[in-house]
């Protein structure tokens, strides 16, 4: 089996899974107990508060525990917009953000306050300058992804963090679920960020679990009210084992990253390469720094991307059509739309997501069935 889908999720490392089990197994009282197994689950959960805090050049106290993605976007969004609309109703999110960040500004539309979605350039890029005019005294939250799941754009945070600098009012949320172990922690984690939403399954952690980085003294509305968790703001028993696994898989994958991030990106310059030699390919993906090391999106002219997938996978190879979220309502890439990609070319378009875990002789493998399956679907090109 070759698996190139690792943008949907990864395989969770096995000391991942043996941290898992082991807090599973011998940590299983709850952190709110206050007898001696309590005690014990409250270390650990607050060990791994602390790692994943050192590790992110952050403190203890600016994490917060979610299960996911989904949840820490989907939070922030709406908490903070609840939160701060003494100040203003105004929210921007960029036209290629993920389905947990527009869906939730969507709902906000709806409950009285207004949204406004920066464009992108023809490459992928939030538009610093288009940006900038949506600004309005009213506005209250910016939220824009560091790395783009469907093409691996990697956004201008810093770019943007000084468009805001001078803006207090404004809190700047990034959803960095596609940056660990992709980007360096400072090009998406500026000074300036206020929130950003991460989730365990998408760095070899078990599924489940995320959190969010809150800077100091930002504030939230509340997720859940009950037990008071999670400083009053996530009233859910929390879950200690998930949690524990996802600092260690966060460990294990910023230790590799000078290690890893050359040779993915080099698996990803050879197919790219390799594509690139034919007619009827188009990369939407692009080969440079900008990008993301791990991401390449291309379509082959007239095919939609869902008849490549499978054709794929009847040789054992895994690759997505556009995000894991969007593949099954079989929509063409949001991202390609917004760039101003013709629907019918979108609809070609399928991913490949490299991870550590690959290596150069599926690269050849793939290359191998790609020339197969590009020769068989010569009449409908």
Same mark, same amino acid.
């Given at each position: 089996?070759?698996?190139? /889908?690792?943008? #949907? =999720? ?6 991942? *899974?043996?941290?898992?089990?082991? $807090?599973?197994?011998? @940590? ?100 610093? /300058?288009?940006? #900038? =005019? ?6 209250? *939250?910016?939220?824009?992804?560091? $790395?783009?799941?469907? @093409? ?230």
């Amino acid at each position: 089996m070759i698996y190139f /889908d690792n943008s #949907a =999720t990864t395989i969770p490392y096995a000391e991942v *899974l043996r941290t898992y089990q082991e $807090v599973a197994s011998k @940590i299983w009282g709850n952190p709110s107990s206050l007898h001696n197994l309590g005690s014990k689950a409250t270390r650990i959960l607050e060990a791994s508060r602390k790692q994943i805090a050192e590790l992110l050049g952050v403190k203890s106290s600016e994490i917060l525990f979610t299960s996911g993605g989904t949840e820490s976007d989907n939070w922030v969004i709406k908490g903070v917009a609840f939160e701060k609309e003494r100040y203003g109703k105004h929210i921007i999110v960029s036209d290629i953000e993920h389905p947990a960040v527009k869906e939730s500004a969507k709902w906000l539309s709806q409950h009285g306050f207004e949204v406004s979605y920066a464009p992108v350039t023809a490459d992928g890029f939030v538009d610093i /300058d288009q940006l #900038a =005019t949506l600004l309005r005294p009213d506005t209250i *939250l910016v939220s824009i992804m560091a $790395v783009n799941n469907e @093409i691996g754009s990697i956004q201008p945070i810093k770019a943007i963090s000084d468009l805001l600098a001078n803006k207090p009012v404004i809190t700047f949320h990034v959803d960095a679920v596609q940056a660990i172990g992709k980007i360096p922690t400072k090009d998406y984690l500026t000074e300036r960020v206020d929130f950003a939403s991460f989730s365990g399954h998408k760095f070899h952690s078990v599924r489940g679990v995320g959190f969010i980085y809150r800077k100091e003294g930002k504030k939230l509305q509340p997720l859940l009210t009950g037990g008071g968790q999670e400083g009053d703001m996530r009233s859910t028993t929390e879950n200690v084992a998930g949690i524990a696994a996802t600092a260690k898989a966060l460990r294990l994958v910023m230790s590799k990253e000078n290690e890893a991030l050359p040779r993915i990106a080099k698996m990803k310059e050879v197919i790219y390469d390799e594509l690139a030699h034919h007619e009827d390919i188009v990369i939407f993906s692009g080969k440079a720094e900008a990008f993301a090391p791990n991401i390449l999106t291309f379509g082959i002219k007239g095919v939609r991307g869902e008849v490549i997938v499978h054709a794929f996978e009847e040789h054992d190879i895994y690759i997505s059509t556009t995000s894991a979220c969007s593949s099954k309502a079989g929509k063409p890439a949001g991202t390609l739309i917004a760039m101003g990609v013709p629907t019918k070319l979108a609809q070609s378009a399928v991913r490949l997501s490299l991870d550590d875990d690959n290596d150069m002789s599926q690269v050849e493998q793939f290359l191998t069935i790609f020339k197969q399956v590009y020769e068989k679907t010569k009449k409908v090109r």
